[in-house]
């Protein structure tokens, strides 16, 4: 078992950044695949970005180089570092957990961007 507790979602304006940190306890996820996914109103939820166990990446295409994943398996923490931030990436922000067929979810953190 996997607990993802996600945070630093908060109110911001265009333009400006936010830093998601998902801290992982129960197991050590150094051989997971972690993810970042959001859901806005009434759309379904989409990956935003991945980063597997060697430490390689993959983005979605609206990312558009904005946002970085990263993994600090010392810490049992991922990170989502958000810049550039548009009232279109206005969603709840999810941290994901997997390992071969398990998935394990946060609670979500708010992110809302708007002027």
């Known amino acids: 078992q996997v607990q993802l507790v996600e945070s630093g979602g908060g109110l911001v304006q265009p333009g400006e950044s936010l830093r998601l940190s998902c801290a992982a306890s129960g197991n050590r996820i150094s051989g997971y695949r972690m993810g970042w996914y959001r859901q806005a109103p009434g759309k379904q939820r989409e990956l935003v970005a991945l980063?597997?166990?060697?430490?390689?990446?993959n983005y979605a295409d609206f990312v558009e180089g904005r946002f970085t994943i990263s993994r600090d398996n010392a810490k049992n923490t991922v990170y989502l570092q958000m810049n550039s931030l548009k009232p279109e990436d206005t969603a709840v922000y999810y941290c994901?957990?997997?390992?071969?067929?398990?998935?394990?979810w946060g609670q979500g953190t708010r992110v809302t961007v708007s002027s």
């Open positions: 980063v597997f166990s060697g430490g390689s990446t």
């Open positions: 994901n957990a997997h390992y071969i067929v398990v998935d394990y």
